[in-house]
């Protein structure tokens, strides 16, 4: 322990010597000779109690004094002890809240403890301080900003949530932590998370980065897929375990159709390995659930969900003038049905709920169909991206992160001949690309969701490779949801979209608790034809129900799983490597110059000497009016 201000010590030698001597000393009284002093021993008795530097007594008074004279002098020169912390006086917390966060190595879970981290580094805020909080995971968040209010960023603190949706990239939160470090020169980052995280390439943060680990344990198995295929008579349940820590683990694996249980297997996975599983069940199922028995680091993986779309079908309208590849994979996707009209329609009149989808192989047509699009190998400019002109033998590679329409799906060994000069507007997001140049593009515009090739199939050797048929079902996924091998399935966070005709009045959705949100509190909302619902980050069964009036139109099942290896994966990491303007790397937590300042709790103490002193020196008073209220009244006549 250590003072920052040690010569306030010296006050102790000043007011204690004082407190002692009037103790010690009395007033002078006046000397008066008298005969006799047999009446007036008690007298005598006082005479002697107040006599000058005589021997000093015991007294509770004296003491409660010296010591509220010592805590009051030893908080001034506020002591304190060095920790594992913070010094700078602009503190800049990003707390990570993503899905691993959710492990239960740590009581009662690793966001719970990262809070408590956090409110750590807010009590060591030097007098003056201010912080900013900023919840990274998902969507980010910034629940409080640049305050000096303790309370207040207690209370941020303590009202973020885990958040299951995303991975937990900390580019963007630590861009604006930069961005907010460069605005003042005594400024700190701490970044508080287990350490799996997506950290930006090329930023050089302007100020000191500590990190603070959260979690002691990385065992951990999790269903890492779940898929159920609809057959001419059955469907085909396909399960795969993974094991994501470093030990074997045994595990039984039990598996419930529509809430009843259907079978159970038990496992034994080497670490890093994974299991799979395939079996046929009943038609009837609806809703199949896959359970992992015991327990384990991260229980939220520990369980998945598929629902069953057999006996139902989604209708692609093909504009096309003939493509052998194209129609053979559209074929493979179960659950599709494909209506293939001329190049040269121009007139479309089956409604959105019924062709929700159009595929425009090498052709634009004015104006464009209904409802979603997927243009391959587009020869002129739409309202929605520009042609600018052809590129010859473009390189193929995907643009990089977690992109789910790309799962499952490898490129680099794919060839173009020529491809359209794409420019997308804000709305599409490139997920693969030849030289800062987009050869496919994804997003949503007007209601609709767009999908961009640059190049006519036939100008690649692309359907010729198994990467063909895994992103073409990918895209249809994206594109009509409910189709395709891993049918109805969404990732947490990904927003739910459903093409709804004019005649539906309302859209409700009964979420995995139990709760039922509608489209009349505009939880749901219905435009441009599509109903969308982006509160999806609870895992389980979403039931969708739309209807005119209250006449039922059609009921969906939807499955949301936490499919994601960034997630199960909970091993935590030591240190995290963030080049800093200082030129360090680091940002392991070590103990420099931080401190934990203990004065406050010194002066509550001292208060409270206080008090009891003066309830002790208010003694006598306190007992007359004790003794006066318990004065019986005359009885009444």
Known sequence: MSLLSPLALLGAALVGPLIVAMYLLKLRREDRPVGSTFLWRQMVRDVEANAPWQKLRRNLLLLLQLLLMLLLVFALARPFFATQGISGSNLIIILDRSASMAAVDVLPNRLAAAQDQALRLIDQMPDGGRATIIAAGGPLEVPAAASSDRRELRRAVEAIQLHNGGSADL???????????????????????????????????PARVSYFPIGSSGENLAISAMALLPGLREQTLFVQVRNYG????????????????????????????????????????????????????????????????????????????????????????????????????????????????????GVVPDPLPPGNLFFIGPPR??????????????????????????????????????????????????????????????GEREGRRIVVLAFNLHNSDLPLLPAFPLLLANLMEYLAPGIGGEASQLVPGQVLALQVDAQVSEI??????????????????????????????????????????????????????????????????PDLRIAQISGAQSTIGQERDARQELWRWIALLALV?????????????????????EIPHPPSR
């Open 246 to 361: 470093t030990q074997a683990a045994e595990r039984r694996i039990d598996i419930f159709l529509d809430d009843s249980s259907f079978n159970a297997y038990n496992l034994v996975i080497d670490p890093g390995g994974e299991e799979s599983l395939t079996f046929p069940v009943p038609s009837t199922a609806q809703v199949v659930e896959a359970r992992l028995a015991g327990s384990d680091v991260l229980p939220a993986d520990d369980r998945a969900f598929a629902v069953s779309t057999m006996g139902s079908s989604t209708t692609v309208r093909l504009m096309s003038d003939g493509n052998r590849f194209l129609e053979v994979g559209l074929a493979l996707l179960s659950g599709l049905e494909v209506q293939q009209v001329p190049a040269s329609t121009t007139v479309f009149t089956a409604p959105v709920a019924q062709v929700p989808v159009t595929i425009l192989d």
């Open 171 to 205: 580019s963007q939160a630590l861009n604006l932590a930069s961005a907010l470090a460069a605005r003042e020169a005594d400024s700190e980052v701490a970044i508080i998370s287990d350490g799996n995280i997506t950290l930006p390439e090329d930023l050089r943060v």
């Open 609 to 629: 000497v206080l008090v009891i002193e003066w309830l002790v020196y208010q003694r006598p008073l306190l007992g007359k009016l004790r003794a006066g209220a």
């Open 381 to 442: 400019s739409t309202s929605y991206f520009s042609v600018t002109g052809e590129i010859e033998f473009p390189s193929v590679r995907p643009v990089g992160g977690e992109e789910h329409l790309l799962r499952n799906v490898s490129l680099s060994e794919a060839s173009v001949l020529k491809a359209a000069r794409l420019v997308p507007a804000s709305w599409a997001r490139p997920l693969v690309e030849s030289d800062s140049t987009p050869l496919l593009i994804a």
């Open 508 to 573: 409700r959705i009964t979420r995995p608790d139990g709760q039922v949100v509608s489209s009349r509190n505009e939880a749901v909302q219905i435009q441009d034809n599509q109903a969308l619902y982006a509160d999806t980050t609870a895992l389980g069964v979403y039931t969708i129900e739309q209807f005119n009036a209250d006449t039922l139109l059609s009921r969906r099942l939807f499955a949301v799983n936490l499919f994601a290896p960034s997630a199960s994966y909970v091993l935590p990491q």
